[in-house]
T-cell receptor, first 112, second 109 residues
């Protein structure tokens, strides 16, 4: 039982490049969330999904896109990387109404 | 607007002293509040939630709807309590879960 798995753990991107952060969970959780963690700013919600085919914007969605084609996977895409997107990204999931999040280990992204 | 406020970035407390990490929230609906903790080199994990009203690792937190607060308390700090603590608000109206900026708790020997 792996829980929430994020890949890659680390990545360096050049400005303007694109990439996808992968997130998969094996707990059959319907709800999945993406956060970014910046020093002094805490965790900010980027996007979330309450089920396959349904996604919603969070607090800081600009510059990101998501899709949810299966219950297990919730990838986060950066289309044109900018230095402001340098951060640690966390994926999390939970059952509907439970609200107790299980977090992945995080993906550290640096944009140069 | 919905908001979680943790006013202290860093809190340094001597071992054995009481600890209080402050959290205030702003939400017009029925709130559900949580404390999450991130120990060094570990994943973010749930510490406690207001509806369970239990004590975890000696920590307690009471939801005060009048003051819109959910402060985390422990009577006697231990060195292993050093970590980053986040207060979180679940908004059941739209299924969002948002976090405060976090407070780093440093327990001094």
């Amino acid at each position: 039982n792996a829980g929430v798995t994020q890949t890659p753990k680390f990545r360096i991107l050049k400005i303007g490049q694109s990439m996808t952060l992968q997130c998969t969970q094996d707990m059959n959780h319907n709800y999945m969330y993406w956060y970014r963690q910046d020093p002094g700013m805490g965790l900010k919600l980027i996007y979330y999904s309450v089920g396959a085919g349904i996604t919603d914007k969070g607090e800081v969605p600009n510059g990101y896109n998501v899709s949810r084609s299966t219950t297990e996977d919730f990838p986060l895409r950066l289309e044109l990387a900018a230095p402001s997107q340098t951060s640690v990204y966390f994926c999390a999931s939970t059952f509907p109404g439970a609200n107790v999040l299980t977090f992945g280990a995080g993906s550290r992204l640096t944009v140069l | 607007a919905q908001r979680v406020t943790q006013p202290e970035k860093l809190l340094s407390v001597f071992k054995g002293a009481p600890v209080e990490l402050k959290c205030n929230y702003s939400y017009s609906g029925s709130p559900e509040l949580f404390w999450y903790v991130q120990y060094s080199r570990q994943r973010l994990q749930l510490l406690l939630r207001h509806i369970s009203r239990e004590s975890i690792k000696g920590f307690t937190a009471d939801l005060n709807k009048g003051e819109t607060s959910f402060h985390l308390k422990k009577p006697f700090a231990q060195e292993e309590d050093s970590a980053m603590y986040y207060c979180a608000l679940a908004m059941n109206r739209d299924d969002k879960i948002i976090f405060g900026k976090g407070t780093r708790l440093h327990i001094l020997p």
